[in-house]
């Protein structure tokens, strides 16, 4: 699995299961927590079979971050728009969470593919929520209109105490991600990887894709930008989106995309060195069986005789 | 005088009253001198301008000087040649007997670790690929310790060779003639005492030191693609999302 996936797979198997086997009386009660500090709640009492309580906490946004009252801006009008009257959110919302919503299951349309769609869009809660400032952006975007905020940049929030920068205008939107990894190896890593990035964007093939840019210190774009958001130790990356990213059913693949960038590079950066110490592992039993090799036989035979094989070995 | 390619050049004094004292000691087939070399100079060849003398190393223990030519030609030959004048080095100095610890009654200890005694301490021998690159063999009477620095061109290459040349010393149990700590100024050691060479056939202990030394660079080089590879795949996959 190379890319990551939008619906979270807990939430998408709990909704399943608990649609299956709507008629036993179970009760679930579980949490869980996904990248970047978000974390999941539901809850189902037998009292109300049909009807599951999902508590969401997101993560915490620094300061430069558009203020809210604990939900990214638009985030409910986002939640009304995209589930209609199966889901409704309680106010206020369970304690240590940002956001509880009342998931109605004898709502859901009867129709086993709109069914579906629904329970993956519910499951997508997490880009519905976090990704919806970043969504109203690229939409004005698509429809080439500017909000107030055309050539500031907008912090939004994607990682715990951090955030990335969206500039939009007129006719494109620049994308800037401040990079910043606690691990000194991490950096080394990612470092190499964001300029594959660029190198990657010059072939021929990936022409339409957005325009890709790293550097070590922070771009002009950033100029507006407060200074506490412009230390990062492995670079900063620009990506441009034109109009053409965000038309029609690509808008929430892009969000999406974007809204988890740096979980994307961290992920991948951790699975090559876990891959590193595989390979290490295998070397060193290579080496070590070379080793084995230069023992002599007098001491291999010594130490067969002191094992259990003894007896077959003595009866010969 | 100087023909063809280069060759690495060792002098060989391993024993202190030098019974070996200042000898040329030379393998490869093209290297032709017209007269013994002394351990202090060698005059620079003026027909081959692409060669390039590295300087001297160290005054006080016999040294060896690899004559580095430019990248474009032959890369793949120094690695084969500095890895037989290794195992040359290794095969001439590897011959250690028992020798118990003359300061403490009834102990027995590897002689280079101590330092003490100067008259069980033979030369160090300096073996240089580049300046990057070099091998210190030191060989006193019961023991040697063989210390080598790895090449490390860039950032990455430097993370990559720490990480796996500590992966390697943690489990120096596993392979006995490891030492945990490399030496200062070194990357990796090994330690190898007169029990080792009973144990084990002396010309296979070295088969493995060799390789050891050729899977080390191997290893690295291949990693470092495989993170490469790994990101170009990694952002291919991405930026095809936008399309």
Not at chain 1, 23 to 45: A, L, N
Not at chain 1, 115 to 133: D, H, T
Not at chain 1, 193 to 221: D, I
Not at chain 2, 191 to 208: A, P, Q, S, V
Request: proline share 6%.
């Amino acid at each position: 699995m190379i890319l990551l996936q939008s619906p979270s797979r807990f939430l998408l198997q709990i909704l399943h299961d608990r649609l299956l086997s709507q008629d036993k009386g179970v009760d679930i009660d579980c949490q869980t927590v996904e990248f970047d500090d978000v974390r999941y709640h539901i809850q189902v009492s037998m009292r109300n079979p049909k009807v599951l309580v999902l508590s969401v906490a997101l993560p915490l946004p620094p300061e430069e971050a558009a203020s809210f009252d604990g939900l990214p801006f638009g985030a409910i009008e986002a939640i009304k728009a995209a589930y209609g009257p199966v889901v409704q959110i309680l106010d206020p919302p369970k304690d240590g969470f940002d956001l509880t919503l009342k998931i109605n299951l004898a709502k859901l349309p009867s129709d086993e593919e709109q069914k579906n769609a629904i329970l993956l869009q519910i499951a997508s809660i997490r880009e519905v929520v976090l990704g919806a400032p970043l969504k109203i952006l690229l939409k004005n975007l698509s429809m080439k209109t500017v909000g107030p905020e055309a050539g500031q940049p907008v912090a939004l929030v994607h990682r715990p105490n951090e955030s990335f920068f969206v500039v939009p205008q007129a006719d494109k939107a620049t994308v800037v991600y401040p990079m910043r990894f606690l691990d000194s190896i991490d950096i080394v890593l990612a470092t190499s990887f964001l300029q594959e990035f660029v190198e990657a964007r010059r072939t021929a093939a990936l022409n339409n894709a957005p325009a890709c840019m790293w550097s070590q210190s922070p771009p002009p774009e950033l100029k507006g930008a407060p200074e506490s958001a412009l230390t990062a130790n492995a670079g900063f990356v620009t990506f441009v989106v034109n109009p053409r990213h965000v038309e029609g059913k690509k808008l929430d693949r892009t969000v999406w995309n974007l809204l988890t960038f740096h979980a994307y590079v961290s992920y991948h950066v951790k699975c090559s060195e876990g891959f590193m110490h595989t390979r290490m592992r295998r070397r060193v039993d290579t080496l070590i069986q070379a080793l084995d090799r230069a023992k002599s036989d007098a001491e291999k035979l010594k130490k067969m005789v002191t094992g259990p094989s003894f007896k077959k070995w003595f009866v010969i | 005088m100087l023909t063809g390619t280069w060759q690495p050049v060792r002098i060989n004094s391993l024993l202190p009253d030098s019974h070996f004292a200042s000898s040329v000691y030379l393998r490869p087939s093209l290297f032709q001198i017209a007269s013994p070399l002394h351990s202090t100079s060698v005059p620079p060849s003026s027909r081959s301008p692409r060669l390039n003398w590295s300087e001297q190393i160290d005054t006080g223990s016999s040294v060896v000087n690899l004559l580095s030519i430019s990248k474009d030609s032959t890369m793949a030959n120094t690695i084969r040649l500095y890895l037989t004048c290794i195992r040359n080095t290794l095969e001439a100095a590897m011959c250690l007997q028992n020798f118990p610890c003359q300061e403490v009654e009834r102990h027995n200890k590897p002689e280079v670790e101590l330092n003490t005694s100067p008259e069980l301490i033979m030369n160090p021998d300096l073996i240089c690929r580049n300046e990057a690159e070099k091998c210190l063999i030191e060989t006193p009477i019961n023991s040697i310790r063989i210390s080598m620095k790895v090449k490390q061109a860039d950032e990455l290459e430097n993370i990559l060779a720490k990480k796996f040349l500590r992966f390697l010393s943690m489990r120096a149990e596993a392979f006995q003639v490891l030492r945990r700590k490399p030496v200062q100024g070194y990357d990796i050691s090994f330690l190898i005492t007169n029990y080792h060479c009973e144990e084990m056939h002396k010309h296979k202990l070295i088969d493995f030191i060799v390789q050891f030394m050729e899977d080390i660079d191997k290893e690295i080089s291949e990693l470092k693609l495989s993170v490469n590879t790994r990101g170009r795949l990694v952002a291919t996959e991405f930026l095809k999302q936008f399309i």
